[in-house]
């Protein structure tokens, strides 16, 4: 940031008088800019054993796999975004079940959340962030292929707590995730 | 936002060719400047039977009463947001524990998380945006003064849990949760 958003004027960086650390600061109308991470939300969509996934059509990671995520828009819920990402990237609608993974993506400056789902029908297509989408199964998941540290740790988590009958909650760093939060219900 | 803060330019709001949604645009560069949700973190810090609450000695809510929660800032993750808030606002050090809440509030365009926390030692004290914290038991708790929708329902979730013997994960707006993960753990 060079310029400051709300009048045009170069901003300076400095520590404000009450905070403890540089922002963007504008000497001309005084408005402090923040910059703070930003939310990615997405789904595992699931249809009996098998999971949807999508390959992107975009940078960054374009043509490798991803489960359904994006940015969190304005306006709307964890859950809607989740809901509205997976329509726009795999045209698929799904019942939300509970929040699976919450992991810190320092790097990127962003916390992604994935929640459980339920495909509805099953039915899906490639939306215009897609190239293709399709239905996997644990053994074909395309582990070299996958876009992102987040998808291949939620996908890992995912078919270990099936296997072990319980789905919990996993929160931490991308690279390892620090606790787990077993779901009390099986299945 | 009426400027380009990387140019300085006026932006003009449209909808950029590949998106679907109006975003501030400039026009001289080709900046697209994405506005998104911000994440808040915080902890419920228990010490014995009680919760520690902070004052706020700043607006909003200056005078009202408050789980220790602010901002999540880059280069940290949200367990560590949690962590640095915690000591900022009530000089005090914890363990975490699982994530319990993760509310939507949809009218501040911000998502709160809070962890369960144990203070490592019952010492604190009011940070500089406190003006007073203490230990709080659950007949002690000023209902009519809390500082924000997102406290009271996370301490109310809290109580509720804790009377069942089971911590769970409630995500939802925050008006009302809409998930409930219980945790396998008793206590």
Known sequence: MKYCSNCGS???????????????????????????????????????????????????RHG??????????????????????TWEEAQARVELGPLFTCLDVLRAEQVHLFYRATLLEPTFGAGPESLEVGLFGEAEIPWDELAFKTVSTTLTRFFEDRQAGFYGLHTGDVFEPTHWTPSHFKG
Chains 1, 2 share one sequence.
């Open 10 to 60: 170069e901003v300076e960086y400095k520590i404000p008088a009450t905070d403890n650390r540089e922002r963007a600061c504008c000497p001309a109308c005084n408005t402090v800019h923040y910059v703070n991470p930003k939310i990615v939300v997405g789904t595992i969509p699931v249809w009996q054993d098998k999971i949807l996934l999508c390959k992107r059509a975009i940078e960054p």
């Open 64 to 85: 490798y796999w991803t489960l359904p995520a994006g940015f969190m828009e304005l306006h709307e819920t964890t859950h809607a975004g989740a809901l509205r990402e």
